[in-house]
């Protein structure tokens, strides 16, 4: 088994206020991608269940021939914020596994992680209300976009916190579930890379992902289906 590195570590830093999405304004769904992923086409699946009053379980799952990137998102929105619990994330590839488990203790104030992680990724790193993983980041990013709330975001994942700011950059025509609508185009750069996510009012998470570095696209996905 190998380390957390390199693809998942940039994707899960790409798909990324303080995140105060009401639990009214949070339902059920189960969202169905056509993908790219690394240059070969694959398939998502983006799901949301409800575990409890409070409590949620949110996982994406991305594969084609070479590879498949799972990762699982608990929380719970008790505080009115969506507030992570735990995180799995798992990555496979030929003859390869990779995972790394997240700890959020909001009792201590304090994020961990173990697995196949280093040292330096496995925490602890201090928690402050607000605080999301990046997973969490497709749901907030939906909701203040359409509540015209600022685009920042403190992630806390692997040993670190960043806060990380999306910039509106336009609008755009899209099609998805059988219809077209215009969608508001944000954007996140660091450094080489750069993430594109679009959004449309009545869609619970984006209808469009792409991340690119160096110019070369790494991610697309792409929503063909909503239930």
Do not use: C, H
């Not at 304004?25 to 991608?33: C, G, H, L, S, V």
């Not at 749901?139 to 359409?146: K, R």
């Not at 609008?171 to 215009?182: A, I, L």
């Not at 993430?195 to 009012?201: D, E, G, N, Q």
């Amino acid at each position: 088994m190998s380390r957390i590195s390199g693809p998942l570590s940039a994707l899960t830093a790409a798909v990324l206020s303080l995140a105060s999405v009401s639990a009214m304004a949070i339902e059920p769904f189960q969202a169905k991608y056509q993908a790219n992923y690394l240059g070969t086409q694959a398939t998502g699946t983006m799901t949301l269940t409800q575990n409890g009053s409070d409590q949620w379980t949110y996982n994406l799952d991305i594969k084609n021939l070479f590879a498949q990137l799972n990762q699982t998102t608990v929380f719970d929105t008790a505080t009115g914020r969506l507030r992570p619990l735990a995180s799995d994330d798992v990555l496979k590839t030929l003859g390869n596994k990779s995972e790394a488990l997240g700890k959020y203790d909001w009792s201590s104030l304090q994020a961990t992680w173990s697995g196949n992680v280093t040292s330096e990724q496995s925490g602890p790193v201090p928690l402050t209300i607000g605080d999301l993983n990046p997973l969490l980041v497709n749901l907030a990013i939906v909701s203040d976009v359409n509540a015209g709330n600022p685009l920042t975001y403190n992630i806390v994942n692997l040993g670190k916190a960043q806060q990380t700011t999306y910039q509106v950059v336009g609008t755009e025509t899209v099609s998805f579930n059988g219809k077209t609508e215009n969608a508001t185009k944000i954007s996140y750069t660091n450094g080489s890379k750069q993430t594109l996510a679009w959004i449309v009012p009545d869609a619970p998470a984006p209808v469009r992902i792409q991340q690119t570095d160096n110019g070369k696209q790494t991610l697309l996905l792409v929503m063909n289906s909503l239930n």
